[in-house]
Structures are given as C-alpha cells and as structure tokens.
C-alpha cells in the first residue's frame, strides 16, 4: 500500500501561502470543461476547450478538470493540449474505476508534469449498486481500492469520487473512503450527483465522515452538488464549514441537467460572507482573482452559445442594476445602502469609453489582461483587425464590446466550414402586411466555391434561415432564438444566440441540437452569422460521430 503524504500536495500554492494555513485554504477545482461541457448543447471544440483552461488558470482556478479522456479521441486530445498548454494549475482529467479509463486517463494529464491529476470515480449508493453496477458491497470497496492503487502507480496526484453519495449508507461510505485513503487517494470528492441533498444532512455527513473515517485529516474533503433543487452552492458552502476545502463548481454553474454550483456565486459567498467562516486568515480565501468573474462568464457563455438569464446572480445583466427610485438615491449617496458588493469587485466593466479607433494593439492586449480575457498571441491579430473594423462603425467600444469581439473572431476562425459572403434582406412590418413577404438573399462559401440561394419567410430571421438550409442542402429548424445588447446605445451591437436542430438524413437517427452565436450591429446580419455558426458546429459534430463510430447513415449535411 502507497503511504499517503501527510501535506497534499495541492497546498503548496506560493501566492500569499506565508499568512494561509491549509485550513484555511478553499480549493477550487472547476469542472467546466467536463461537467459542464454535459450540458445539453454545450459541446466546445479543441480551440474552445483550451481557450477556457487558459482563461481558468488566470483567474486562480487551482484544479482544471479538463476532460474524460477515454469518452473519445477528442476528449483524450483537448485534456492533453491542456496539460501541455498550462502552467500553474493542476491538470485533471476523470476515469472510472477501469484499467482502461486509468491508463488513458494518465497518458492524457501526463504532460503537465507534477501538476498531473487522475479523478477515479464509483457509485457507492444501494441503488447504483444494485441497479447500475450489480455489484455487492465488498466488490465495490475492492474495486475502488485496486482502482486508487492502479491510478497511484501511474500518477502521484489521486483524486476519488464515490458516486452519489448523499444517498449512500454513511457507514458503508465511511468504509469506501478509508479504503481509498488507504490506497492512495489524497482527495476525496462526497458528491451530491443528482443535487438531493439538503445543507444541515450534508454537513453532518461531511462531520460523519471526518469522525469516522482513519487517515481523513490527512486528505481534502472535495464536494461536487448539482442544482436540482437549487441547492448546490448552499449546500457546498455548508459543506465547507463543516470542514470540505475543495469546491467543484463551473463557470455560470453549467453542467449536467440543472448543472453544479456556480464558482462566481459560492466564491463571492465566501467573500463577502467573510464572517460565515470563522478562523479565515485573511481576504484571500480561495485563490479567485474576483475581478475576473465577469470575463470567464462572457466567454463560457458565448462558447457554450448556453446564455444567462438576467437575474443571474453575480454576473447577470442584472445583477447590479437597481431599478426603483429609493433604491437608485440609496446608492447615490452610498452604495452600501443596497450594493453587497461592488460590480467593479466581481469584473463587471463600467460602462466607460475605453478605447476608441485611434487605439494600438498594445492598449488593445493590455485590456484583455485587465478583463481577464486570455486572447492567445496568435489570435490578437486578427482580433486586432476585427476592432479595427468595428471601431469605423461604431464610435465608442466599450469592454463589452471587446469580449464579445475576441469570442466571436477566435470563434470564427476556428469553425469555418462555410462563410458568410453576400446577405441581401428585406421585409414590410406593421398590421395587414400578408404573410411570406419576407426575402433574404444569401451567398455562402465554402472551400473557395461561392452557392447563392434566396427563400421567402414570415420574417427576414426566417427568410435567412431557409436560404442557408437551402445552399447546405440540410433541414434544420429554430429551437430558441434570443437577442441581446451587448452594450448601449443606438448603435450597439446585437448578439443573437440560437439554438438548432437539425435533422439527419436516416430520420431514425437523432437529431443534431447545437447553439450558435452571430454579433453584429444589425440583427438580421447577427442572425445570419449565429445560424451560419449553428450549421458549421453541427457540421464539426457530425464529423466526430462519423469519424468515431464510421456511421454514414447519420449522415445530416449530404
Ligand atoms: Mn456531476
């Protein structure tokens, strides 16, 4: 049996480590990347996926879950560029409790070194036992240990999950974790999987395992809640005070069904309920850069095309904006009379000017760096061009702007099957219009040779729609369609985000569900460019499947 250190390794964060003790440290591990990337619809390519670990690892994310590297080659692929391409976080990637999962597991964190992680995972709860797994007690235990020693021999960095949790037997979970402790395991994660729980049962089990459990001091409790009930990050934090000190979260809480607890909102809990965690050392309580928050927010949700709603808390449009008259003189004459927190505190950009066409490339990077927006060298050329472009149309940029302009150039180049060449719309509004009046004309690119295209609609969006599936050949249709200003004034730009489905060829097959993502200061342009978006990621998919699973007949584009 492998001795267990008696300081996990992951302690050893220099920033600020002199005036912290463990106890005092809350590690965030964000799962984005995996969990997050489960949601329906949320699917990031390579380019994305790198992009998010860049922009994690500059907001002080200790743990990166970058994948599940047996899933596909594709997973395998973004887990490995994230370990090669990262420097300061901890690398991890998910394995059940296989040979198989392992080895590839470690072959994908391999190169980021001493910061490699392998998370080992098995359901533990009588239901998943007897229904998913048939598997008694004594086989689990068994298969968990062998599991941890495997990952151990290959990696020192052993993370473990015992699978719905919250619903199993304490005493039998107390059981599984000493095994694992003993076999290696220096974290060990009591998921709320299906985000059952409720705080008070949570932290007592959490207190239960930590009573109970030989060799727990010297391993970190991690806790992983799901929203279902809504309850994920009041159940993390009760968790923490009762002695967790690794969070899972993602960023804009994405994730599997209702999706897990929301980094921005239980770091800023932690934050500014400072007085909730008695013996913290000091403000820096997680490694969070807090002013971060709003940027990792806009980039994940125009990545995933998933959006948020208004009142999201933290990073919501609304999160900040006081609407009634009390309210609004309260803050005037001091913020505190209804302000928590400062917007400047969690990264939401004052809706100042800050740069115009007269700007250079290095007040341009120096502006990603302050928003917490990692734009890779490479990229900043043509994102320089891009700002260019728009700065001739649109006389004030503000950091709105800026992060809706590196996602949708960084976006652009790296899914662009088709292209948008030439768009002519137009359509009669008011009462007594007659249906169909719509027209859009439409040319589209691909591989250097130019299709045009024009179809009729109830609106010009509509028109569009059907020109483009015409060009494609393919059959799709609007799911949900939303606008937003990404700033204000007349003359901001649209985002329009759209959610797809697009039918197969062999109608027996599942249909193909993908966002898309289109920004431009005229919203039938942003539409065009969002369902373009839509039709090139779908593309993106369906070559994956066709390449994994050799299945022509899910052919969807011809
Ligand atoms: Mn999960």
């Keep these: 049996m492998t001795p267990v250190s008696t300081v996990p390794p992951q302690f050893s964060r220099e920033a600020g480590s ?9 590690l965030i591990f964000d799962t984005t990347l995996r969990d997050g990337e489960q949601s329906p ?10 992009e998010v670990a860049r922009t994690l690892e500059g907001l002080g994310v200790d743990i990166i879950e970058a994948g599940f590297p047996i899933a596909s080659p594709d997973d395998f692929a973004a887990v490995q560029s994230i370990a090669r391409e990262t420097s300061r976080s901890r690398i991890c990637g998910l394995a059940r409790s296989v040979r198989g999962d392992i080895e590839r597991c470690a072959d994908a964190v391999r190169p980021a070194g001493a910061r490699a992680r392998i998370h080992v995972f098995l359901a533990t709860s009588a239901i998943h036992r007897q229904f998913k797994l048939n598997k008694a007690k004594e086989e689990i235990v068994r298969m968990a240990r062998t599991a941890v020693e495997h990952a151990r021999s290959l990696i020192d960095d052993v993370e473990f999950s015992c699978e719905d949790a919250s619903r199993t037997e304490p005493d039998f979970l107390s059981e599984v974790v000493e095994a694992v402790i003993a076999a290696g395991a220096s974290t060990v994660n009591i998921p709320d999987t299906l985000g059952y729980a409720y705080p008070e049962d949570y932290a007592a089990l959490i207190r239960h395992l930590k009573q109970r459990v030989r060799g727990i001091d010297q391993v970190v409790i991690s806790v992983h809640c799901h929203n279902d009930l809504g309850l994920a990050v009041a159940n993390s934090l009760a968790a923490i005070r009762a002695g967790a000190r690794q969070v899972e979260c993602t960023i804009n809480g994405i994730g599997e069904r209702a999706g897990n607890c929301a980094m921005e909102e239980v770091v800023m809990a932690m934050r500014v309920r400072r007085d909730q965690f008695p013996g ?10 807090s002013t971060k928050l709003f940027g990792a927010s806009r980039l994940v949700q125009s990545i995933t095309g998933l959006p948020l709603q208004r009142n999201k808390a933290i990073v919501g449009d609304n999160a900040f904006a006081h609407e009634s008259g009390i309210h609004q003189d309260g803050v005037i004459k001091n913020p505190e009379c209804y302000e928590i927190m400062t917007p400047a505190s969690v990264g939401v950009p004052a809706t100042n000017l800050v740069l115009g066409k007269h700007s250079g490339r290095a007040a341009l990077a120096k502006r990603f760096t302050d928003l917490g927006v990692a734009v890779a060298d490479t990229d900043l050329d043509r994102v320089f061009a891009a700002f260019k472009t728009l700065a001739d149309r649109k006389k004030e940029i503000y950091d709105g702007d800026l992060i809706a302009l590196v996602e949708e150039v960084v976006r652009g180049h790296t899914i662009s099957e088709w292209r948008l060449d030439h768009l002519h719309h137009s359509a009669t509004a008011g009462e007594g219009t007659s249906p169909k009046l719509a027209t859009a004309t439409v040319r ?5 040779e130019a299709r045009t295209d024009a179809a009729t609609g109830d609106g010009p969006v509509e028109a569009v729609v059907l020109a483009m599936n015409r060009i494609c050949g393919i059959s799709g249709t609007v799911e949900d369609y939303r606008l937003r200003a990404v700033t204000k004034g007349g003359d901001a730009q649209g985002e329009v985000a759209i959610r797809a489905r697009f039918t197969r060829v062999d109608p027996s097959q599942p249909a193909i569900v993908v966002g898309g993502k289109g920004l ?5 342009h942003a539409s065009a460019l969002a369902w373009l978006d839509a039709i090139n990621r779908a ?5 994956r499947t066709l390449a994994s699973h050799q299945a022509q007949a899910a052919a969807l584009i011809p």
């Excluded at 589209?444 to 250097?448: A, M, S, V």
């Excluded at 431009?520 to 039938?524: C, G, M, N, P, R």
Aim: aromatic share 4%; glycine share 10%.
């Design 18 to 26: 002199s005036t912290r003790s463990p106890v005092d440290n809350i």
């Design 41 to 50: 619809g949320a699917s990031m390519n390579l380019t994305e996926k790198v």
């Design 539 to 543: 593309a993106v998919y369906q070559a």
């Design 444 to 448: 589209l690119i691909r591989d250097g």
């Design 280 to 289: 913290a050392a000091g403000p820096l309580w997680t490694g969070i850069d």
């Design 520 to 524: 431009s200061t005229d919203i039938v």
